[in-house]
C-alpha cells in the first residue's frame, strides 16, 4: 500500500513545512530526533536576547525545508535529482545537527573533550540506520552527508558557504533575537542556485544576495553569537562543568546526578568508538539546568557560587577588545578578583581567565562562492569587479576579552 500520510507544519519563520515522506516521518518520530526539542539553538543568547528560546528541532525542521525548496529550483532548471537522491539529501539535513549535546556550541568540546558534534551525528545516522524501522535506508543520506557520493553539489547544500543550514539559522536567529541585521534573502539566493560541473554555483544576478548574506554572517556573529554578555554567560557554563569534572575525579560523591550526565562528567573515556551512544542521546539542556541548581547548595565554595550566579544572571563581567590583553590589564584584573574572592590560584582561574574570539567573512582558498557569468564562465565571486568580497573583508577579525567574577 502507498504512503498516503501528509503533515503540515507551522512554522515562525518559513510558514507551512510539508512532511510527506515515510522515511522522513520515521526520523522524525524517533526519540533521538525528538531530544532535539529539549536544546536550545543559541544556548545561553537568551540571556541578552530573551526571546532566542528555539531549538535544534525547529532549525532542522527548517533546513529540511530550504532543502525541499532547493531540490524543487534545481529540478525546475533541468539539474538531474532522482526521488532517492532527493529522500536522501533531505534526511541528511534533518540530521546534519542530531549530534549536539546540551546547549549546543556552548558545551561542544567540554563534556566531550575533542568529540565534534559533526562526529556525533555521523554515528546517530549510522546506528538509525542499523535500526529496525529503516534498515539501510539512510545509506545514500549518510554517503551525501560525508561527501562521498559523486553528486557533490548535494553535499554542497548541506555543508558549504551558501548551505540550507547557514540560510536557516542566519534567519530563524535573527527572526528570534530581533536583530535585523541578520535578515537574508534566503529564497533569492535558493532561486539563483544551480549546477556547473557537478558543483553548486550561483547565478551572476544574484551577487549581491551572496553579499548580503555574507555580511550578515559577520554582523550577527559579533552582535549576537559572540556578544561579550553571551561569551561571558556560556563561559560561565563552561566553567561550571569543568569544575564539575574536576570534583567528579577528586570522587566527590556531592557532584554526582545522574547515571548518564555523571558518565559524562567522569567516565567517558573520551574515544568515540567506546562511547555509549544511548546515554548521550538521552542528554539534553535539562540534564545540565538540574545539576545547577542542585550544585548551588554543594559544599565547593567554586562551584556553587557559579552555579548560584549563572541562576540569577549575574555573570562574569567581559571587557572584549581588539588588540591583546597587555600585562597589565591581566594583573589588574587577577588582582580585583582575589580581592574579591580569598581563593588559591587554582580555584581563581575559574573566576578570572582570558580568551580570542575570531571570525572571518569569507575564505576564498577553501570556501570558495563560485559564480556562474553570464558569457557561461565560473569565477569566484572575490575576483569579480566591484564586488564587497575583497582581502579586507576576507581577512580574519580577531577579538580578545576578560572575563572576571565581581563581588
Not at 561550571?240 to 566527590?252: F, G, P, S, T
Request: charged share 25%; hydrophobic share 40%.
Amino acid at each position: 500500500m502507498a504512503f498516503t500520510h501528509r503533515k503540515i507544519i507551522n512554522d515562525p519563520v518559513h510558514g507551512f513545512i510539508t512532511i510527506n515522506d515515510p522515511v522522513i516521518f520515521d526520523l522524525i518520530a524517533h526519540p533521538y530526533y525528538q531530544r532535539l526539542r529539549r536544546i536550545q539553538q543559541m544556548a545561553l543568547a537568551q540571556l541578552v536576547y530573551p526571546g532566542a528560546v528555539h531549538t535544534r528541532l525547529h532549525h532542522s525542521l527548517g533546513a529540511y525545508h530550504l532543502m525541499c525548496i532547493a531540490i524543487a529550483e534545481l529540478r525546475d532548471k533541468g539539474i538531474e535529482i532522482t526521488n532517492e537522491e532527493a529522500q536522501a539529501a533531505k534526511a541528511a539535513i534533518l540530521l546534519h545537527d542530531i549530534g549536539h549535546g546540551p546547549f549546543s556550541h556552548a558545551l561542544e568540546n567540554v563534556l566531550l573533550k575533542g568529540v565534534s558534534h559533526e562526529d556525533l551525528s555521523l554515528l546517530i545516522m549510522q546506528k538509525l540506520n542499523e535500526g529496525e524501522n529503516l534498515k539501510g535506508k539512510l545509506d545514500l543520506a549518510i554517503q551525501i552527508f560525508t561527501n562521498q557520493y559523486p553528486k557533490k553539489f548535494l553535499h554542497q547544500l548541506i555543508s558549504g558557504q551558501l548551505d540550507v543550514d547557514r540560510l536557516d539559522y542566519l534567519s530563524r536567529d535573527s527572526f528570534f533575537t530581533g536583530v535585523s541585521e541578520g535578515v537574508v534573502g534566503y529564497e533569492r539566493i535558493l532561486k539563483m542556485l544551480t549546477v556547473h560541473n557537478n558543483e553548486l554555483v550561483v547565478e551572476e544576478k544574484g551577487i549581491n544576495s551572496v553579499e548580503k548574506f555574507l555580511l550578515s554572517r559577520r554582523l550577527m556573529y559579533w552582535q549576537v553569537y559572540q556578544h561579550k554578555t553571551v561569551v561571558a554567560s556560556e563561559n560561565m557554563l563552561v566553567k561550571i562543568v569543568e569544575r564539575a569534572q574536576y570534583l567528579y575525579q577528586q570522587n566527590d560523591q556531592g557532584v554526582k546526578i545522574s547515571e548518564v550526565l555523571d558518565y559524562f562528567l567522569g567516565e567517558f573515556s573520551g574515544k568515540l568508538s567506546e562511547i555509549n551512544l544511548d546515554f548521550y542521546c538521552q542528554l539534553d539542556d535539562t540534564d545540565i539546568l538540574f545539576a545547577i541548581k542542585k550544585w548551588q547548595h554543594h559544599s565547593d565554595p567554586v562551584l556553587s557560587l557559579l552555579c548560584k550566579r549563572l541562576m540569577i544572571r549575574k555573570g562574569f563581567k567581559c571587557t572584549m577588545q581588539s588588540n591583546a590583553i597587555s600585562k597589565d590589564q591581566w594583573e589588574t584584573a587577577i588582582a580585583q578578583t582575589k580581592a574579591a574572592f580569598p581563593l588559591s590560584d587554582e580555584d581563581l582561574s575559574y573566576l578570572c581567565f582570558k580568551g580570542t574570539a575570531s571570525n572571518t567573512l569569507y575564505k576564498d582558498d577553501v570556501e570558495t562562492i563560485k559564480i556562474l557569468l553570464k558569457t557561461g564562465e565560473v569565477s569566484s565571486i572575490s575576483k569579480i569587479q566591484d564586488t564587497i568580497i575583497n582581502e579586507s573583508l576576507s581577512a580574519p577579525v580577531k577579538k580578545f576579552y576578560i572575563c572576571l567574577l565581581k563581588a
